[in-house]
């Protein structure tokens, strides 16, 4: 995950607002670990995002967007029963129309408890918009690659994380210093960063200050050469170059951008087909949640994954196996 991370981070003073070196962008500190806040009143002050192409954030499109327009509202109703799903449940795809849904034991209805019971630091809120996104993406998985319920899992576990438990589609750091995401992002030296760029923008008209490849989508989405490879791939033109926006502004791409980076990037990588889950955390984020031992970030992505192993696939086993942020998790056969 390539942003400010929604994970447990460490130890803070609870009760206090405290900077982001402390906890990341839209977090407080809560029950003595990071955690969302959902209070709407982050000290009272707003972030701006910069008022050319203002990406659309959790459905907000505004030159001026705060953090907490990132992350859901309160809801006041209930989660769902954590339980196992029932047969008529799984077969409606908890209400969500999808052969491999069915085929992989997966229920939208019983999935906000489920991530509810991963995530104890984050509010009921998150339900309506876990269901949301469960429901589109029922209108892609049956097309997808994805073969196995493993498989689907794992994918699932890192789209969890990547988005922030399916809050956001935009990195937090294009909000909170969009200046920063410019330059973290725009490598001249690299040769496959300039290659892409050269193509999609003739006679040096690239400005690297207004289009910025910043992560974006269910799995965030980096860098010039994964935007131009996937903009070829899925469109047939370079257009998501010129305009990246556009993995963030439209739910469809939200999604199949995904699905290529999984496909293209992740399904290939050594070890993820033998269902070893670190292999698929190190083919999306290795670098910086797989170069040193006991990394949270790792750990937060394989307690998803355990926990939706546990309640939709217990006959699968769970290996975390293929990131050295994960080394000391012991594999576990259901």
Same mark, same amino acid.
């Given at each position: 995950m390539r942003r400010g991370t929604a994970d447990s981070i460490g130890a803070c003073d609870a009760g206090k607002w405290i900077s982001l070196k402390d906890c990341d962008a839209g977090m407080v500190c809560k029950n003595n670990n990071c955690a969302f806040d959902f209070s709407g009143s982050r000290n009272g002050s707003g972030l701006s995002s910069p008022t050319s192409s203002a990406p659309v954030i959790l459905g907000h499109t505004a030159n001026?967007? &705060?953090?907490?327009?990132? !992350? +859901?509202?309160?809801?006041?109703?209930? $989660? @769902?029963?954590?339980? /196992?799903?029932?047969?008529? %449940?799984?077969?409606?795809?908890?209400?969500?129309?999808? #052969? =491999?849904?069915?085929k992989f034991g997966f229920s939208?209805?019983?999935?906000?408890?489920?991530?509810? %019971?991963?995530?104890?630091?984050?509010?009921?809120?998150? @339900?309506?918009?876990? $269901?949301?996104?469960?429901?589109? !993406?029922?209108?892609?998985? %049956?097309?997808?690659? $994805?073969?196995t319920p493993r498989e689907f899992y794992m994918f699932l576990a890192n789209v969890v994380h990547e988005s922030a438990w399916l809050q956001t589609v935009v990195e937090f750091k294009s909000v909170t210093d969009l200046a920063a995401c410019? =330059? %973290?992002?725009?490598? #001249? /030296?690299? +040769?496959?960063?300039? =290659?892409?760029?050269? @193509?999609a923008f003739p006679n040096s008209s690239y400005d690297p200050s207004k289009t910025i490849y910043f992560g974006r989508g269910y799995l965030q989405l980096t860098w010039a050469y994964n935007y131009g490879p996937a903009s070829m791939d899925l469109l047939g033109n370079l257009d998501l170059l010129v305009h990246p926006e556009r993995v963030a502004n439209e739910p469809d791409l939200t999604w199949r951008t995904a699905f290529w980076y999984w496909k293209t990037k992740v399904q290939t990588a050594p070890g993820v087909s033998d269902g070893e889950f670190g292999a698929s955390v190190k083919a999306i984020n290795g670098a910086l949640e797989c170069s040193a031992e006991s990394n949270p970030a790792a750990n937060t992505r394989l307690q998803i994954?355990?926990?939706?192993? @546990? &309640?939709?696939? +217990? /006959?699968?086993?769970?290996?975390?196996?293929?990131?050295?942020? $994960?080394?000391?998790?012991?594999? &576990?056969?259901?």
């Open positions: 001026t967007i &705060t953090v907490e327009q990132m !992350l +859901p509202t309160t809801f006041s109703g209930s $989660l @769902q029963s954590t339980s /196992s799903p029932t047969s008529s %449940d799984v077969a409606a795809g908890g209400n969500s129309k999808s #052969k =491999k849904f069915e939208c209805t019983s999935f906000p408890g489920v991530l509810s %019971d991963v995530g104890k630091n984050y509010d009921a809120g998150f @339900q309506t918009k876990i $269901l949301d996104a469960c429901n589109a !993406l029922a209108s892609y998985v %049956d097309n997808s690659t $994805l073969e410019a =330059k %973290d992002y725009h490598n #001249k /030296s690299n +040769p496959e960063v300039t =290659k892409w760029i050269e @193509q994954y355990k926990a939706l192993v @546990q &309640t939709y696939a +217990p /006959s699968e086993k769970i290996n975390p196996v293929g990131c050295k942020g $994960l080394e000391g998790a012991v594999p &576990t056969a259901q």
